[in-house]
């Protein structure tokens, strides 16, 4: 089998030609319409499925990062657990912030939520903090 190499193309778009006179633009636009489908932008369908972009999801995202901070979670990359309890604090503290930055303009579900994960992040840090 013959691998093909990837790589990129270099198009000169300049005007004029190496003699200083007009270049025939029929030419260039005759040579767009043959590039192949193959050399097409990645799809979007090759990326992971997202969550829906919600309040709910934005604070599970900062409570996520808390407890890869607390080293609850592993690294993805090495596959180590590691403590950083300023950047968990820091962390904890954002979302103390939007809770009252956003305070009388959530639903009652959001409330609860961040109310809930706020209490457990807390309980969490102080015990990190004991061992």
Known sequence: ?????????????????EKGELKDTKLEE???KE???DQAPEKEAEHPLLPEVSF????????????FHL???????????AKDLPLAKHTIDTIAMLKEKTEGNLTEEEKKFIENVLTDLRWRYVNSTKE
């Open 56 to 67: 709910n999801s934005l604070i599970f995202s900062l409570s996520s990062t808390v407890l």
């Open 30 to 32: 005759e040579a767009k």
């Open 1 to 17: 089998m013959a691998e093909e190499e990837k790589g990129f193309v270099i198009k000169d778009r300049r005007s004029f030609d």
């Open 35 to 37: 590039v192949p489908g």
């Open 71 to 81: 080293g609850e979670i592993a690294d993805p990359q090495s596959g180590k657990k």
